[in-house]
């Protein structure tokens, strides 16, 4: 027989001590690259890439953590498992972050040039991309390394040109003028989806235009009067009778005395304003496409930075909202402006720097949406993707069937420069995913690529495929794509989820993946929105100091339910922390029991006590359950299950009665029993809290013969499997009821505040499992502190004084009052009590019938008085009858 090492564990979890060391083994193994094997099916997450604008917060933590715990899981099951991870150069975003340290050394982009810019967005963004590595290692997460992505890297940069050019040259993509939300101080044009709209409390400005001919005029109602300097027509509706004289007449436009047709036009409603309305097609969306189909001109009054052009008149040079004022001025002068209302509307702010976009007509890069749309609605309405939880794929329709062009240029630098050259020889385009050195046209090397980048979504929507080594016809691409699960939060179901699905499909022909599973939001305590702005975030990194990377994990997806937003709490981390130290102490009492000759753990199937197979029974029936609620992407549930069988019957019942029984030193020992269900368990919880359960597994694997767990690691273990022979409902239906006698006893004991020390005597009947359960008389008194224990032979219901009666599923519990407390001291403290009560009563009867007093005090005082003596009475009553059940 094998020598068992001498070895002891310390007395206390220390996650800071375990926690780097394990992940280093796990790195050093290799056991996060999974090996390609085509007689497989892979399993196959592309982790959401994090922006390079700074640390991970607690967001990213829950996307780590529940994307881990699938990866483990799949990968315990003994599948090719890939975690690919990846930074997102997050275009905007970042270049927002470095611009602001330009500032704080006051220079801009613009004074260090386009070249230095781009070498000080990379130092940041190499920084940055250290950092997610690392934090995502504390946070246990098993990607592979080796495979890690940026975005700008040499392979999804050749994906972006190439997905740019084939859309090109199949006519999906175009160049022209639209109109576009742009933020002056990005000084770039956004998506609609990098719009804020918030309510605004404004004005509704009423504005009169003289008519060119009988001295008439035409009132239009604007939120922003300085667009009067860009109208080019006054719209009406052609139902609308109020304005049937009017059309065809000319308007003088106000400020700048231009002439303008009055038109009609189906999109206008006659209930806003006046139901004439100022057409301003260079600054509204709706504006310009009445302008498109009316053939009006297009007239911008702004420059990008958002002052008034030489298209405004005497107001060019002037702000914005300066010019607002100007003009408002001067239309007051001229008895113009008719009226000002009050008024609520939405207004759109740029989501990064939150300043007010102003929409404008600009030349920009377009994707057609809707061909692509049309094969991203079909692969989710087929059934090819499924969307968890099921009622986002309603938004997720509903946002593709009323889809717009999506506006991909940015005059950014930091990102994938649009892959376009502009001839000054023959003025054609060229569109090429290598470098052009001459146009394909004419053959010049007059030409110059056009400076805007691409919106950073779009080499996001590439980023399942692009990662695999598309375009070329790598191995990974065919065995690791389509991909199965894409999980992330659902707030970028558009921005993201959507658009992948669209890219993927158009790209390789095939789907991105199986399977979109969405969480929701980590809140605070009150359920508000985590944000720097209200002092309410808390810092992944400060938690795992605190509690430990295993607590944070259970604390963030305890209560978790696909889409569903979630409550990040120190009552919730407490208790991961509390849960790592049960199985600790747990661990500590098992491996401390194991002695050498016992050493050889075989369990003898034929031996076992009714406790063994109760709990052999429980660990199946609780694995069974946590594999379908994993399968159903219940990952809270399932995590809830093994937490409750691990502390609430491992812990707190098999490891007491094995106390007892190793007590009393009979035979066979619940050392085979308490391994096996130890040991199991463990790897059941792995993929949730894996480090404490890697440090445990090898603290037990060191203590047992060296053949008896093969694997080096817990995380290459196999994951459990539900044994169905092991289940055994004769056993659980007496253990519950044990159970339930030593709870319903400790209960009574609590209520009535019996101190620890005392033994109390308890009644059993327990009807037809009376022979079995009178086996476990010690048990019972042992856990309930209950001495005697007497066996009944018949039920004795509520009959009887001086006891209580606990009527259970299939027993009864009688406890005697005299045995809890003392019955002598009881009578005299509440015959004083008696007493008391009853002169209190006199008095308040005797104050009642005094006349002075019922004429002299207030009504309420009275009144209080009368409520006093009728509690005093009922009080009186129930002394009385608590005194009669002790006699
Ligand atoms: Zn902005
Ligand atoms: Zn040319």
Sequence with gaps: MAEAPKYEMPKAYEPAKVEQKWYKFWLEKGYFTPRIDPKKKPFVIIMPPPNVTGELHVGHALTATLEDIMIRWHRMRGEPTLWLPGVDHAGIAAQVV????????????????RKKFIERMWQWASKCRRTIAEQHQRLGASCDWGREKFT??????????TAFVNLYN??????????????PRCATALSDLEVDHKEIQGHLYYVKYPLTEDGGFITVATTRPETILGDTAVAVNPKDKRFKAMLGKKAILPAV?????????????????????????????????????????LVNILNLDVTM????????????????????????????????????????HCDRCQTIIEPLASRQWFIKMPPLAKSAIEAVTGGRIAIIPERFTKVYLNWLENIRDWCISRQLWWGHQIPVWYCSDCGKLTVSVDEAKACVHCGSAKIEQDPDVLDTWFSSALWTHSTLGWPDDSEELRYFYPTTVMETGYDILFF????????????????????????????????????????????????LKQYGTDALRFALTGEISPGNDIKLTNARLEAGRNFANKLWNATRFVVGSIKQEEADIRIQQDKLFLEDRWILSRLSRTTSTVTKLMQNFQFGEAQR??????????????????????????????IPVLVRVLEASLRLLHPYMPFVTEELWQNLRQRLPSKWLKTESIMVANYPKAEAKAIDPEAERVMESIIEIIHSIRNVRAQYKVESSRWIEAQIYAGELKSTITTYSEVIQTLARARPVIFLDTRKGQRGENIVALVLKESEVIIPM????????????????????????????????????????PGEVVAGERDKLATRKDKLERLKQGLEKLS
């Design 818 to 857: 005299a045995s809890m407390v003392d019955l002598g001291a009881e009578r005299k403290r509440l015959k004083k009590e008696i007493e008391e009560t009853r002169a209190e009563v006199a008095r308040l009867e005797a104050r009642l019938k005094d006349k002075a007093f019922l004429s002299k005090a």
């Design 170 to 183: 199949k006519g999906l993509i175009y160049r022209g003028e639209r109109i576009i939300n742009w933020c």
């Design 152 to 161: 700008l890297d040499e392979g999804p940069s050749k994906a972006v040109r």
């Design 496 to 543: 993201w989820v959507a658009r992948m699905i669209m890219m993927g499909l158009e790209d390789t022909g095939g789907i991105p993946f199986h399977t979109v599973y969405l969480h929701g939001l980590v809140r605070d305590e009150k359920g508000e929105k985590m944000s720097k702005l209200r002092g309410n975030v808390l810092n992944p990194l400060d938690t």
């Design 257 to 297: 005395n231009r002439i303008i047709p009055i038109i009609a036009d189906d999109v206008v409603d006659p209930e806003f304003g006046t139901g004439a309305v100022k057409v301003t097609p260079a600054h509204d969306p709706v504006d310009f496409d009445i302008a498109q189909r009316q053939g009006l001109e």
């Design 98 to 113: 470095v611009e602001q340290q330009l500032a704080e050394e006051g220079l801009d982009r613009h004074k260090l040039g």
């Design 641 to 670: 299950q093994i937490h409750d069988f691990l502390w609430g019957e491992f812990c707190d019942w098999y490891v007491e009665l094995a106390k007892i029984r190793l007590r009393s030193g009979e035979k066979p020992s619940p």
């Design 309 to 348: 052009n030489e298209n405004a008149g005497k107001y060019a040079g002037l702000d914005r909202f300066d010019c607002r004022k100007a003009i408002l001025a001067d239309l007051e002068k001229d008895g113009l402006l008719v009226k000002v209302e009050p008024y609520t509307h939405s207004v759109g």
